[in-house]
């Protein structure tokens, strides 16, 4: 029975996200030359990783991709899902679902499930390794004092895994942890696989670790929680009657996809003024009022800080003298829609609940000079956006899923990687005392992105601290587009520092 697999049944939203690791470090200070501190670490950590996997055990597993003769075959020791078809006991939600197109028929492909067996989840440990100067010849103090540059992490050793799961290989692991000791720190690096969870089960390990657990109990058998995952997930796979829309999620039309993320480049950490975004704000929300001679709409800082951001990566991408030829650049934005569905999915729901709202503005009206008036219509377009996130657009989104010949043909959106900004929002992860790990360090003194390989395209929204009042963003980017970016005049007045 401890080697015998039990199969997680993922969502259609599950399936249709890139099959790559979301990638995140805490970096702590930790004077390694004090007697048995590493240890201590070690011990530490290694009981309170056993722990989160106890709450979550998926994470103890790993992710198979199947193929069409394997759909609907038993892969192991699955759960009794005789009475998948009925309501779960106390759910109050139907489970009986309307067809799902290319899934229900068994013709669709690329689709994948996650597998755990006991003896995984009562043998799960992390990786704790001392580096040495060779593997990575930088001190935390060093690093810190730089205020912890964003290329520095993008380093093969800190790494547990792979960014992204081979296309070759069956199976890849659910979940990583590695801790690494250099010189005066130790930098603890996640990896959770994309098809099992989302910032929220991260941020929901982070937590148990850190000692803050959540209300629910621990699974009594992996087949029971297995069962009451896969009929949370359930909720995020059927379209209920709703039609496939492509022009309500353009990321999903795969027919007009452009062209190929850069292979080189470079990244940055820009630290933004909170004081000068919400001073932003409350002109933006003025400028409506005055122009339109109503209430402004409600904008957040999120708004408009995704509103600069998009305005300046494109001034650094298209430099005035280029022919823009009628050329539109599109954001997209991501949207939880755990908390929007007709019925809320629960705290302890631990799969992929986001969407992308969508807008786009030509490429000559983006790149014009910074001011309220540009910023505001941005703004305000991003927020109208993400408000129109609802049930429907949800149940749209996964009736395209569903369709789809090929699911994998979903996992890499339909963007123009030369004009189209893409936001990727982790300013909702656990900050503070929620992120010491146990580990009797304290709270991590930074939060960032680690890789083994450098992009050229991307923009995460770091975890939003309160001390002090700043927001970190890391930006990817040619090295050209780079260095207008970093020499943007409009840009400047609202970024404090640069690592």
């Known amino acids: 029975m401890e080697n015998e697999a039990v199969t997680y049944r993922l969502s259609s939203i599950d399936q249709s996200l890139i099959r790559a690791y979301v990638r995140y470090a805490l970096c702590f200070p930790c004077k390694g030359e004090e007697e048995g501190v590493q240890e201590r670490v070690g011990k530490s950590l290694r009981e309170n990783v056993k722990r989160a996997v106890t709450y979550m055990p998926i ?9 069409v003769e394997a759909e609907g075959e038993s892969s192991g020791d699955d759960y009794d899902d005789e009475d998948s078809d009925s309501e779960e006991e106390g759910d109050g939600y139907s489970h009986v679902d309307e067809p799902k197109g290319k899934v229900d028929s068994g013709e669709q492909r690329g689709r994948a499930e996650a597998r755990v067996t006991h003896a995984q989840v ?21 690093l810190s004092k730089a205020k912890m540059p964003a290329n520095v992490l993008i380093n093969e050793a800190l790494t547990p895994l792979p960014d992204s799961p081979s296309n070759e290989d069956s199976s890849a692991p659910a979940f990583a942890v590695q801790a690494n000791f250099i010189e005066g720190g130790v930098i603890v690096c996640f990896y959770v696989h994309h098809s099992v969870a989302d910032l929220k089960g991260l941020a929901e390990v982070i937590r148990i670790m850190s000692g803050v657990l959540p209300k629910v109990k621990v699974p009594e058998t992996l087949q029971e929680d297995a069962k009451h995952q896969a009929h949370l997930r359930d909720r995020l796979s059927g379209s209920r009657g709703v039609k496939a829309n492509l022009n309500e999620h353009p990321e999903y039309d795969v027919a007009i996809r452009k062209s190929l993320a850069p292979s080189k480049g470079t990244s940055r950490v820009l630290t933004f003024s909170r004081e000068m975004l919400d001073g932003t704000k409350e002109m933006v929300r003025e400028r409506f009022h005055f122009e339109h001679d109503e209430p402004g709409v409600h904008l957040s800082g999120f708004d408009c800080l995704a509103a600069i951001l998009w305005k300046a990566i494109t001034r650094a991408r298209w430099p005035t003298n280029l022919n823009m ?18 019925q809320e999915l629960p705290d302890d729901f631990h799969g992929n609940s986001v969407l992308f709202g969508c807008v786009d503005d030509p490429v000559s009206h983006l790149i014009a000079p910074f001011g309220v008036g540009t910023l505001s219509g941005i703004a305000r377009r991003i927020r109208e956006a993400t408000s129109s996130m609802t049930d429907a657009k949800a149940r749209s989104a996964i009736a395209i899923i569903n369709e789809a010949e090929d699911v994998k043909t979903l996992n890499h959106p339909n963007i123009d990687f030369s004009t189209d900004v893409f936001i990727t929002n982790w300013a909702n992860l656990p900050v503070g005392d929620e992120t010491t790990l146990g580990l009797g360090l304290g709270e991590p003194e930074w939060t960032r992105k680690v890789s083994r390989n450098q992009s050229a395209y991307g923009c995460v929204l770091l975890p939003l601290k309160d001390d002090p009042k700043v927001w970190e963003v890391m930006v990817s980017l040619t090295d050209e587009a780079m260095e207008r970016l970093l020499g943007d005049v409009g840009l400047a007045p609202f970024v404090l520092h640069v690592a």
Not at 59 to 67: E, M, N, R, S, T
Not at 133 to 142: I, K
């Open 325 to 342: 030829n009628g050329l539109r650049s599109r954001i997209f934005i991501p949207v939880d829609m755990a908390k929007r569905m007709e």
């Open 59 to 67: 994470l103890a597993g790993g992710v198979y991709d199947l193929d």
């Open 122 to 142: 009562n043998d799960f440990e992390p990786t704790i390794k001392v580096l040495s100067d060779e593997e990575f010849p930088h001190t935390y103090e060093e």
